[in-house]
């Protein structure tokens, strides 16, 4: 059932703004993704391009689940690694609270965390270059869809298309 929004039609989830807005970096919009440790996409999520990052950082880890080998849901993971933009206090609040181990690095106006885990952050580059072959898929380079639901379900068709090629590598050797 669509929901009547300012005089228009609107599918139900979808954003006013249609997840697209001024950034720096121009009109668009971001992708809020959770790989694993070896890149693998487990959950994506779209905001407008001027929304901050830590305004998201909750919905998209409340959103993923890892089906664990004994059977066993898990919807907590040990570390997180996220970049500046996700430096802020009500962030690490979250993670605390859920016994999360923060990897973000501080921004110049704060003051330095001892415990900031260098080595791990490092290895941040891998949900980077997930993010980077996310958007040489056309359809998600450019946006072609209007909707911000649309261009989510896109983005979920995209991983797993990246499951089926990882499944197929792992039959041939």
């Given at each position: ?9 609107r599918?139900?989830g ?12 121009g ?10 440790g ?11 391009g001027?929304r ?5 950082a909750?919905?998209?880890l ?13 919807t ?11 430096s802020?206090l ?7 609270r859920?016994r999360i181990k ?31 072959w996310?958007?040489e898929?056309?359809r ?6 209007k ?19 990882i499944?197929?590598?792992?039959d041939r050797?």
């Open positions: 059932m669509q929901r009547l929004v300012g005089g228009k039609n599918p139900p979808e954003v006013p703004d249609h997840a697209l807005g001024r950034s720096r970096g009109f668009g919009t971001k992708l809020h993704l959770v790989t694993d070896n890149g693998v996409p487990l959950q994506v999520l779209a905001s407008a001027q901050h990052e830590c305004l998201f909750e919905p998209v409340t959103a993923t689940e890892v089906h664990c080998a004994n059977g066993r849901l898990r907590r993971p040990r570390q997180v690694a996220g970049d500046k933009g996700y802020y009500a962030v690490r609040r979250y993670l605390r859920r923060p990897v973000i690095p501080t921004r110049k106006d704060q003051k330095a965390d001892p415990n900031f885990d260098r080595p791990t952050y490092r290895r941040r580059n891998v949900v980077e270059r997930c993010v980077g996310l958007k898929n056309r998600l380079g450019t946006r072609h869809e909707l911000a639901v649309s261009f989510t379900a896109m983005a979920k068709w995209a991983i797993v298309r990246r499951y089926f090629r499944l197929d590598s792992s050797t």
